[in-house]
């Protein structure tokens, strides 16, 4: 099973800063890689999917890179919705799908 | 436009089955474009994908639970269903479905509202 990891696990940001979030897989996931925000009381929602990726409707301010077993995602430009907590999934080896434990973006 | 809409039981005993089932809108579930699954999450904590059905009935389940959890489908209702037995207090989460491509390399978009299980006696 490929453990992913994120770091850190609370990021505080003041709006209109930048954020940078990191996800580390346990094994190389090539670029088969998503990111998903979740608001409290809420499903998640999916942003990001092959590494790179923006899905239907995710602003331009979202952005993934990474490739192998290193990723990030950043959100240049915080809006006071942006602030949630984001998950990274691997989906190169399953099953399992596997998911990162999360990282709380915080206001400052 | 794709919804997914869980329904089930909210209170369960422990060492009983757990009987959930996911109503597809908006599009067909026997498209051959797609998988359907399910993801949970206890409270306060993080995603653990269970398992995903085919509508012709494959299925791959997370190997953590697999001698406990089945999942079928019924195209004739547009709906999938998910079992999960012999309970305990682990098991209370939130319960997602969601629509994957049928791919081997799969994502998961869109997800249900999910509804929350509490096993407790």
């Known amino acids: 099973e490929i453990v992913m990891t994120q770091s850190p696990a609370t990021l505080s940001v003041s709006p209109g800063e930048r954020a940078t979030l990191s996800c580390r897989a346990s094994?190389?996931?090539?670029?088969?890689l998503a990111w998903y925000q979740q608001k409290p009381g809420q499903a998640p929602r999916l942003l990001i999917y092959?590494?790179?990726t923006r899905a239907t409707g995710v602003p331009a301010r979202f952005s993934g890179s990474g490739s192998g077993t290193d990723f990030t995602l950043i959100i240049s430009s915080l809006q006071s919705e942006d602030f949630a907590v984001y998950y990274c999934?691997?989906?190169?080896?399953?099953?399992?799908?596997?998911f990162g434990q999360g990282t709380k973006l915080e206001i400052k | 436009q794709l919804q997914l809409q869980e329904s089930g039981p909210g209170l369960v005993k422990p060492s009983e089955t757990l009987s959930l089932t996911c109503t597809v809108s908006?599009?067909?579930?026997?498209?051959?474009?797609?998988?359907w699954g399910w993801i949970r999450q206890p409270p306060g904590k993080g995603l653990e994908w269970i398992g995903t059905?085919?509508?012709?009935?494959?299925?791959y389940y997370n190997p953590s639970l697999k001698s406990r959890v089945t999942i079928s489908v019924d195209p004739s209702k547009n709906q999938f269903s998910l079992y999960l037995s012999s309970l305990s207090a682990a098991d209370t989460a939130v319960y997602y479905c969601?629509?994957?491509?049928?791919?081997?390399?799969?994502?998961?978009?869109?997800w249900g509202p999910g509804t929350l299980v509490t096993v407790s006696a």
């Open positions: 969601v629509r994957e491509r049928y791919s081997q390399k799969n994502w998961f978009d869109p």
């Open positions: 908006g599009g067909s579930i026997s498209s051959s474009s797609y998988y």
């Open positions: 059905i085919y509508y012709s009935g494959g299925t």
């Open positions: 094994q190389s996931v090539s670029s088969n």
């Open positions: 092959d590494a790179s």
């Open positions: 999934q691997q989906y190169n080896d399953w099953p399992p799908y596997t």
